[in-house]
T-cell receptor, first 111, second 114 residues
């Protein structure tokens, strides 16, 4: 079945460092979404991408919709303690419009 | 303006039992989607309800069923519970059904099957 490969699975960084994570698939998507989930809460949408090649920013976050429509990345610049959490990519499949999620990237910030 | 609310917060059931989970969408939203999130995994789409009809369904067996009421609230029912049904069940609401309609997630219901 279709799946999203999200990497890395976890990251340990120092405050102030930049972060990069990505999702890849063999399937083609017409929408890419990036979410953050904090403990005890549901995911919250960070960035939505609707066109191949699109590069979108939301504050310190930047995400891109891959030109092949099969991948996307999320960058976080100058990380701060509140960036700790689990980041999920999600894509809407072109074949049937269903949304599938990656397994998440768990971000840890070292004191 | 209340966001998406779900009840109960936690639930413990035994194998073979049936469970009903409830979701109230964000004010003004007409579409409700349900997801299952196993520990350490991303959410998996179960189904989506719009205008009281199941509009789209993921790869879940018929033991998983749902309903949407005229006030747009929704229920998820799971029959003949299995140990593997233990997960966080998330409800998300949106105005409209497309992926370009932002989904707002509730905090989830943690189901434990013993």
């Amino acid at each position: 079945g279709q799946q999203l490969n999200q990497s890395p699975q976890s990251m340990f960084i120092q405050e102030g460092e930049d972060v990069s994570m990505n999702c890849t698939s063999s399937s083609i998507f017409n929408t890419w979404l990036w979410y953050k989930q904090d403990p005890g809460e549901g995911p919250v949408l960070l960035i939505a991408l609707y066109k191949a090649g699109e590069l979108t920013s939301n504050g310190r976050l930047t995400a891109q919709f891959g030109i092949t429509r099969k991948d996307s990345f999320l960058n976080i610049s100058a990380s701060i303690p509140s960036d700790v959490g689990i980041y999920f990519c999600a894509g809407q499949l072109m074949v049937d419009d269903k949304i599938i999620f990656g397994k998440g990237t768990r971000l840890h910030i070292l004191p | 303006d209340a966001g998406v609310t779900q009840s109960p917060t936690h639930l413990i059931k035994t194998r073979g039992q049936q469970v009903t989970l409830r979701c109230s969408p964000k004010s003004g939203h007409d579409t409700v989607s349900w997801y299952q999130q196993a520990l350490g995994q991303g959410p998996q789409f179960i189904f989506q309800y719009y205008e009281e009809e199941e509009r789209q369904r993921g790869n879940f067996p018929d033991r998983f069923s749902g309903h949407q009421f005229p006030n747009y609230s929704s229920e998820l029912n799971v029959n003949a519970l299995l140990l593997g049904d233990s997960a966080l069940y998330l409800c998300a609401s949106s105005l409209g059904t497309g992926a370009d309609n932002e989904q707002f997630f509730g905090p989830g219901t943690r189901l434990t099957v013993l």
